[in-house]
């Protein structure tokens, strides 16, 4: 079954502080895996796209890896600030044109 | 400027009625989307447009139907509105398929009563 489960489910930290959230899927065929941060009351934002052969990518304090051995992807935020209070969504593409979506990760960043 | 921009903002209205949401992109892309989030916040996509022509159509009730008058317009409108239409719809678009960076506009809060 073509599933993408995230983790947690909800994280509080504090401003200035790292984070990491998980992302695991089963999809097959794997076409690429995107991030995406959503505010409360807004549409999603792009933050990374990464397909088979990438492993890393930056996108300013937001680093993404993926490891399409073991199905598991990861979005780590540096330093983190209020403004990175949000959802994070994960979202993998089988095939061209099927998008299979996480439930995503509320975080809350407390000054 | 705006990048992908829908109305109306807010939709509010009685089961039964019929309704139609609004998307525009002045952003020269080729392809656009009609995305679903429900009270959970879980998205899920609905339809896909490329050069005017449907190319994703998810398990989505007929009462659904997208139009797209041209590549930078893609409609929804929604016939006998149910109570379990209640979400909010995102509109986005990208340049093409594949691996394009998807812009989403700001929702349409759709309330049926």
């Known amino acids: 079954k073509n599933q993408v489960e995230q983790s947690p489910q909800s994280l509080i930290i504090l401003e200035g502080k790292n984070c990491t959230l998980q992302?695991?899927?089963?999809?097959?065929?794997?076409?690429?895996l995107r991030w995406y941060k959503q505010d409360t009351g807004r549409g999603p934002v792009s933050l990374t796209i990464?397909?088979?052969?990438?492993n890393t990518k930056s996108n300013g304090r937001y680093t993404a890896t993926l490891d399409a051995d073991t199905k598991q992807s990861s979005l780590h935020i540096t330093a983190s600030q209020l403004s990175d209070s949000a959802s994070y969504i994960c979202v993998v593409t089988k095939g061209v044109y099927k998008y299979i979506f996480g439930t995503g990760t509320r975080l809350k960043v407390l000054a | 400027d705006t990048a992908v921009s829908q109305t109306p903002k807010y939709l509010v209205t009685q089961m039964g009625n019929d309704k139609s949401i609004k998307c525009e992109q002045n952003?020269?892309?080729?392809?656009m989307y009609w995305y679903k989030q429900d009270s959970k916040k879980f998205l899920k996509i609905m339809f896909s447009y490329n050069n005017k022509e449907l190319i994703i159509n998810e398990t989505v009730p007929n009462r659904f139907s997208p139009k797209s008058p041209d590549k930078a317009h893609l409609n929804l409108h929604i016939n006998s509105l149910e109570l379990g239409d209640s979400a909010v719809y995102f509109c986005a678009s990208s340049q093409d398929v594949g691996t394009e960076t998807q812009y989403f506009g700001p929702g349409t809060r759709l309330l049926v009563l």
């Open positions: 990464m397909t088979f052969s990438e």
């Open positions: 952003l020269g892309h080729d392809t």
């Open positions: 992302c695991n899927y089963t999809v097959s065929p794997f076409s690429n």
